[in-house]
T-cell receptor
Framework: TQLLEQSPQFLSIQEGENLTVYCNSS?????LQWYRQEPGEGPVLLVT?????EVKKLKRLTFQFGDARKDSSLHITAAQTGDTGLYLC?????????????FGQGTTLQVKP | GAVVSQHPSWVICKSGTSVKIECRSL??????MFWYRQFPKQSLMLMAT?????????EQGVEKDKFLINHASLTLSTLTVTSAHPEDSSFYIC?????????????FGQGTRLTVV
């Protein structure tokens, strides 16, 4: 069974602080997607990383895909209260031909003013 | 990004009745749709994968007779919770993908909050 270990699962920080969320696996993924979800709503896609070593930036968010495509990180600089939410990583497995994504456990981020 | 519309956003039903949830891809053809269940502050739990025109594939532990999934067209999948009970109360989310090419993105509906009383 392929797993994506996401950490930390809960994070409470002050506005202006930096943070990093990690997703790790022993398996190789063809791509990895990051989502943000607010309470009572569906996840919204933030970014997809495909190439090993790839770095993508979305304003204050920086996403990195590991060289071996087994891990990824999300770094938020100078967090704002609007960043509060559940962050999910999800990987596309080479072994699967169903299109089924493998999800991490999620990181609940609370940014306090 | 692409738009996936899920309806209804919330529903309250009596125990023993059935509830149908619709998931539509509005601006792309979804060869594959997924149905998830989510508990508060937890990640998504995949219930089943459905491909257009074929039977859904259910994850282990999910009762296929209780959670009926139909994917009759490339833009519509439905989940029917049959003979609902209070323990079926949850947040249900669908996602849609055009999986004719690898590494395509999956887009999610807004979710449906089901409360069984």
């Amino acid at each position: 069974t392929q797993l994506l270990e996401q950490s930390p699962q809960f994070l409470s920080i002050q506005e202006g602080e930096n943070l990093t969320v990690y997703c790790n696996s022993s398996s190789v993924f063809s791509s990895l997607q990051w989502y943000r979800q607010e309470p009572g709503e569906g996840p919204v896609l933030l970014v997809t990383v495909v190439t090993g070593g790839e770095v993508k930036k979305l304003k204050r968010l920086t996403f990195q895909f590991g060289d071996a495509r087994k891990d990824s990180s999300l770094h938020i600089t100078a967090a704002q209260t609007g960043d509060t939410g559940l962050y999910l990583c999800a990987g596309d497995s080479y072994k699967s031909n169903t299109g089924k994504l493998i999800f991490g456990q999620g990181t609940t981020l609370q940014v306090k003013p | 990004g692409a738009v996936v519309s899920q309806h209804p956003s919330w529903v309250i039903c009596k125990s023993g009745t059935s509830v149908k949830i619709e998931c539509r891809s509005l601006d792309f053809q979804a060869t594959t749709m997924f149905w998830y269940r989510q508990f508060p502050k937890q990640s998504l739990m995949l219930m089943a994968t459905s491909n257009e025109g074929s039977k859904a594939t259910y994850e282990q532990g999910v009762e296929k007779d209780k959670f009926l999934i139909n994917h009759a067209s490339l833009t519509l999948s439905t989940l029917t919770v049959t003979s609902a009970h209070p323990e079926d109360s949850s947040f249900y989310i669908c996602s849609a993908r055009d999986y004719r090419e690898v590494n395509t993105e999956a887009f999610f509906g807004q979710g449906t909050r089901l409360t069984v009383v």
